[in-house]
Every structure is written in C-alpha cells, then in structure tokens.
C-alpha cells in the first residue's frame, strides 16, 4: 500500500526547505549572466526590468553557488545567505574573503508575501513538500518526475520520499503523469484536492 501527501515546510529536510528572493541589480547585466545558467531546480520570474523574483529549494541555491562563483550574482546570494543564516552556506565562503556586489540588492520573501502575489506568480514561486511512502516499483514512478528529492529505506524494500516544488512543477511533472498511472492515480487526485484547496485562485477558481 502507498501513501502520499503533502507536508508542511518545517517537516522538510533542510536542502529541500525553499527560498523565494525578491532581487534588485542596478544594471541588466547581471542578469541576463544569471538567466543563461538557471538550473532546472530554480524559478524566475522578472518584476520589471532590473527587479526579479528567483525561488527554489536551499540545495538548488547551492548548487547554483558553488557551480557558478564566477558571476556577480552568486557572490552576492553567498554574502546575502551568509548574513541570513550563516549555517547554510558556511562551508561555501571561500578563505580569502568577499567584495559585495554593489548594485544587487536581495530580499527574503516570507511564505505569508508569497501567497499574496498574483495567481500566476504565486504558482510558479509558492513551493509544497509532498512525500510518498510504498513500495519500490512505485516509488520509481515518482522518481520520474525528476523534482528534487530525498530517498530513505532499503533498495527492494519500502521506501521513503520526500519532494519539494513548486505548484506549477508538481501539477506537470508530478501530479499529471501520475493522474494517467493507474497504480497511483487515486494518492495523486487527492494530494491534487489539497492543492485546490489551499489556492484556489491558482486554479482559476475562488476569488
């Protein structure tokens, strides 16, 4: 037997546990540089022209940190992060110290700000943790959806998953596949229920 739900934020493992940023740079420049290399696992969105919204799970932060020290805009995260919750990213901070970027600004959105964006941003920046606990031959199903993960259990025995994402990227990559599975289609309808429930708004209904 398979379980699925979501669960809340603070019951994440902490790389899955997302941020949402709100940036400023005084220039274009920075990124246009930042948007060439936008991994998968983070979501942007621009405000207007030098304003922007980047989300997505700690790790993707990370990762995008320390695979890309070279631009302007991941030094400036790393100092925002350090100053933020140093734990995080300490063992990112290279030796020889940082020059803060001087025309980018970031600010950390609560979830509270995040659910009070429009419909469209809020589905691509407002993130949900969903975990699955069955067997290994449907966890491999959920694994299809390439979203970041955790795994825990023996291989061959019942395992344990847990996801991170946004709504827009769990309804296409996780919750629509599986609606056309049989073996997991009832577990996603009703995590998709909870979703409707929770913002409506997203789903053109409510409002």
Same mark, same amino acid.
């Given at each position: ?10 019951? $994440?493992?902490?790389?899955? @546990?997302?941020?949402? +940023? ?7 420049? %920075? ?14 969105? *621009? $405000?207007?022209?030098? @304003? ?5 799970? +700690? ?6 940190? *320390? &695979?890309? =020290? ?5 030094? #400036? ?17 290279? @030796?020889? #110290?940082?020059?803060? %970027? ?10 509270? &700000? ?9 589905? *691509?920046?407002?993130? =949900? ?7 290994? =031959? ?19 025995? &019942?395992?344990?998953?847990?996801? /991170?994402?946004?709504? !827009?990227? +769990? ?7 599986? !609606?056309?599975? &049989?073996?997991?289609?009832?577990? !996603? ?9 929770? /913002? %409506?708004? /997203?789903?053109?209904?409510? #409002?």
């Amino acid at each position: 037997m398979a379980v699925f739900t979501l669960v809340s934020e603070k019951s $994440l493992p902490q790389g899955l @546990r997302p941020l949402v +940023l709100e940036v400023a740079a005084g220039s274009e420049t %920075p990124l246009f540089k930042l948007f060439e290399r936008l991994p998968r696992d983070l979501a942007a969105d *621009r $405000l207007d022209r030098r @304003r922007f919204l980047i989300s997505g799970p +700690l790790e993707a932060f990370r990762n995008l940190i *320390r &695979e890309n =020290f070279d631009l302007k805009f991941a030094k #400036g995260l790393l100092l925002h992060l350090l100053q933020w919750e140093p734990s995080l990213v300490a063992d990112l901070k290279p @030796r020889h #110290g940082l020059i803060p %970027p001087q025309d980018l600004s970031f600010t950390l959105l609560s979830r509270e &700000e995040v659910e009070n964006l429009s419909p469209a941003l809020k589905a *691509r920046h407002l993130y =949900f943790g969903v975990e699955f606990q069955g067997p290994e =031959f449907l966890a491999i199903e959920i694994l299809k959806s390439r979203l970041p993960f955790m795994i825990s259990g023996e291989p061959g025995q &019942e395992r344990q998953i847990v996801l /991170c994402a946004s709504l !827009a990227d +769990l309804l296409v990559y996780l919750l629509k596949p599986l !609606a056309e599975a &049989e073996t997991l289609k009832e577990e !996603a309808e009703k995590v998709l229920l909870q979703l409707k429930e929770y /913002c %409506p708004e /997203c789903f053109g209904e409510g #409002g």
